[in-house]
């Protein structure tokens, strides 16, 4: 069955680093966009990132223009985040996700497998 792991959360400070990734398994996902996506306690789930299935396209929510990257391997089933200049506003857990097709969506419904996310906690 396919199965998605996130790593990399942690405890930092604003404008520090961090690197999320996401373990696929299950099936190969090479056709899939995939994306990640946060939610803070009393939000709604929104989405942060996406990626093509081979992964020449990419999407970021305005919030992350230009601090974050998101990127894949498909040869290693794993997708990544890497998380710059972060704020007290990008505390969240994020989870990965993999779409319904091979293009990449904004909305949850559109996304059919879930990891169990990761908690990012940004201090000032």
């Known amino acids: 069955q396919v199965q998605l792991i996130e790593s990399g959360g942690g405890l930092v400070q604003a404008g520090d680093s961090l690197r999320l990734s996401c373990a696929a398994s299950?099936?190969?996902?090479?056709?899939?966009?995939m994306g990640w996506f946060r939610q803070a306690p009393g939000r709604e789930r929104d989405f942060v990132a996406g990626i093509s299935g081979n992964g020449d396209r990419t999407q970021y929510a305005d919030s992350v223009k230009g601090r974050f990257t998101i990127s894949r391997d498909n040869a290693k089933n794993m997708m990544y985040l890497e998380m710059n200049s972060l704020r007290v506003e990008d505390t969240a857990v994020y989870y990965c996700?993999?779409?319904?097709?091979?293009?990449?969506?904004?909305?949850?419904?559109?996304?059919?497998?879930w990891g169990q996310g990761t908690q990012v906690t940004v201090s000032s």
């Open positions: 996700a993999v779409a319904k097709g091979g293009v990449i969506m904004l909305r949850t419904t559109s996304y059919n497998f």
């Open positions: 299950g099936r190969p996902f090479i056709r899939d966009a």
